[in-house]
């Protein structure tokens, strides 16, 4: 059996200082997780808060990008630097496309 000890590691959002506890590491150790924890209990309970129900993150820290729709020409903005030469879409014009092709 395999003893733990307390570790310090450094969150790489928030850059302080956690304990990974020699229980934690051994339920990471049981549940056969390979990686250290990269984020502090705080910043990986605001990630979770962040998820969308398919499992997909609310990719909030990126920057919003304005934009104009190109199905009914609607400033909006989107959270990804368009590709030159595709179309881009507001929520509505998306959705409705989305639902029409299936």
């Not at 928030?14 to 056969?32: L, M």
Request: positive net charge; aromatic residues 12%.
């Amino acid at each position: 059996m395999t003893e733990f000890q307390d570790k310090t590691l450094t969150c790489q959002d928030c850059g302080a200082d956690f304990v990974f506890s020699a229980g934690e590491q051994d339920f990471y150790n049981k549940k056969g997780f390979e990686n250290e924890p990269l984020r502090c209990p705080s910043c990986r309970s605001a990630r979770k808060r962040g998820r969308h129900k398919n499992g997909s993150y609310q990719k909030s820290f990126e920057p919003l990008v304005e934009v104009v729709c190109d199905e009914c020409g609607a400033v909006t903005k989107v959270p990804f630097k368009p590709t030159q030469g595709k179309p881009v879409y507001c929520r509505e014009c998306y959705e409705k496309r989305k639902t029409e092709r299936y």
